[in-house]
Structures are given as structure tokens and as C-alpha cells.
């Protein structure tokens, strides 16, 4: 059982919104588990979130777009907290074409049945044209999966970046101003060292070429599953936070005395409510 953090979907901008999910972080704090959604001509689902909320995500869908009306599901990758609902969101959502990447449907195909179909493969630089707008599928900066794709809105500029720029929240808060500076200093270096250790031992000079084909994107908003909503000179700060995490060593993660705690915590939560 996690424990969640109640709130309501996050304008973005007029047609972009947040779909939020909050879980309890070890040691304090909440971590995000966000999904996207893009309303216009076509509207788009980005990443399906975790089944374990999966009537509250619904609830929050569908208060910013009706179901029937959404033409294109976009996974970014296979991981449970992306693609925990999929097979929901598609008998929900019949008139939608599943957009991913092949390496989605391969990692996917041993445990569930994807409509074959109803799908769309989209590799890195192609574009998807809903109507009102052109997506693009790109390479984040970060990102634990061979499967991940981005996606860029390029009637706005806004990005979507999967997994990089995670950091906690003290509350139910989605703007990059809102959260404490400490907690973003230092939850900006653990949780994306912990989701992308390889960057203890990338090439400097190479990953910056990468991190800057993302930032010549020019984002004028980024939105990720796991940290706050970028603006302005926070977009540039995140670059250059994530540039810093090379040839750094990835700090400790929560060990066995820390599980300990939490069911020490859970069990005296328990007792206190009988």
C-alpha cells in the first residue's frame, strides 16, 4: 500500500496538464509519477502512470479530456510507472492509435498483448502530426531505458522528458519556484544519479554534446514524470545540474535499516488507528 499525496491535475499551459501522482519518499518528502496529457485537434495521453492509483489517474484524465475523444497514447518506455494502465487506457480510450517505440513493443510483447494494429512506431527525430500541432519524438537527457523517448510539442515549445530533472517535493506543488531549494539541491542529485548511474562513467565531452542537442531543442517549458515543471532560467539551471552529475559517484541508496524504519513506521501507524 503507498501512500499518496491528494491533488489535481497542473495546467502546464491552456492545453498541456500534469497528471500527478505523489508517493511517499524514504526519509521524507514525495516523488513524483507523473503523466501528461495535451488537449487540442487531437489530443495526446503521454505515459499511463501506475496501476496502483489507477481509478484516481482515470478520475484526473477525464477531468481534462474526454476519453473518447483522445486520438494518441504515447508511451515513452516500458517502465511500470509509464505503462501501468496501458491496456486500460486503450479499451477506455477506442479511438486512439498506441505511439511508441519498437523497443517498447519488443521489451513489452512477454508480458502483455499489444494491439499490433492500433499501434505507431516513432524512432528518434520522427514527428507525429495531431492536427493542431507536430510532435516530435526525441532523446532526453537522462534516462534509465533503451526504449525512452521524449516528445517536444513544436507548436509551444513545451518538452517532455520522461525520467530526467527528477527531484522531490515537500508538498503537492508542480512549479520549480514552489519547491524548497535545499530539497531540490539535493534530491536533484540523488534521484537522477539513482535513475541514471551510468553517468559516473560517461565521456564528459560527449554527454554534453548530448545534453546540448536537448537543450538547442530551446524548450520554453519542460515537464517530467518525476520533478517539477522548468521555466525560463530553470531550464538552463536543469542542463546544467545534470552536466555536474558526470564522473560523480552516485550516492548510497536507502538500505536494509532504512526498510527496517518503514515498517517500524507503518506498524506503529497501524497500531495508533485500532
Do not use: K
Amino acid at each position: 500500500m503507498i501512500t499518496t499525496l491528494p491533488c489535481a491535475p497542473h495546467p502546464v499551459d491552456n492545453d498541456s496538464f500534469v497528471i500527478p501522482t505523489f508517493a511517499a519518499a524514504p526519509g521524507g518528502g514525495w516523488v513524483g509519477s507523473h503523466s501528461l496529457v495535451v488537449r487540442g485537434a487531437q489530443p495526446v495521453i503521454v505515459d499511463t502512470g501506475s496501476s496502483l492509483v489507477r481509478e484516481q489517474w482515470f478520475e484526473h484524465v477525464s477531468s481534462v479530456v474526454d476519453l473518447d475523444d483522445v486520438r494518441w497514447v504515447f508511451v515513452s518506455h516500458d517502465d511500470h510507472d509509464h505503462v501501468g494502465n496501458l491496456l486500460e487506457v486503450l479499451d477506455r480510450c477506442p479511438n486512439a492509435t498506441l505511439v511508441a517505440s519498437f523497443l517498447v513493443a519488443g521489451r513489452l510483447s512477454g508480458d502483455v498483448t499489444l494491439p499490433m494494429h492500433r499501434m505507431r512506431w516513432m524512432n528518434v527525430g520522427d514527428t507525429l502530426d495531431a492536427g493542431d500541432r507536430t510532435f516530435r519524438a526525441v532523446l532526453p537527457p537522462m534516462f534509465d531505458s533503451p526504449a525512452t523517448r521524449g516528445l517536444l510539442d513544436t507548436s509551444n515549445g513545451l518538452l517532455w522528458a520522461v525520467d530526467s530533472f527528477g527531484s522531490l517535493a515537500q508538498d503537492a506543488v508542480f512549479e520549480r519556484a514552489d519547491i524548497v531549494d535545499e530539497l531540490y539541491d539535493e534530491s536533484f542529485i540523488a534521484l537522477n544519479a539513482w535513475n541514471t548511474p551510468w553517468l559516473e562513467w560517461v565521456d564528459r565531452l560527449r554527454f554534453a554534446q548530448h545534453v546540448d542537442s536537448c537543450r538547442m531543442l530551446a524548450p520554453t517549458a519542460i515537464a517530467s514524470a518525476h520533478g517539477p515543471v522548468l521555466r525560463g532560467a530553470d531550464i538552463d539551471d536543469a542542463f546544467e545540474r545534470t552536466l555536474a552529475l558526470v564522473a560523480q559517484p552516485t550516492p548510497p541508496m536507502p538500505g536494509q535499516p532504512d526498510l527496517e524504519a518503514m515498517i517500524a513506521m507503518a506498524f506503529d501507524a497501524q497500531m495508533a488507528s485500532v
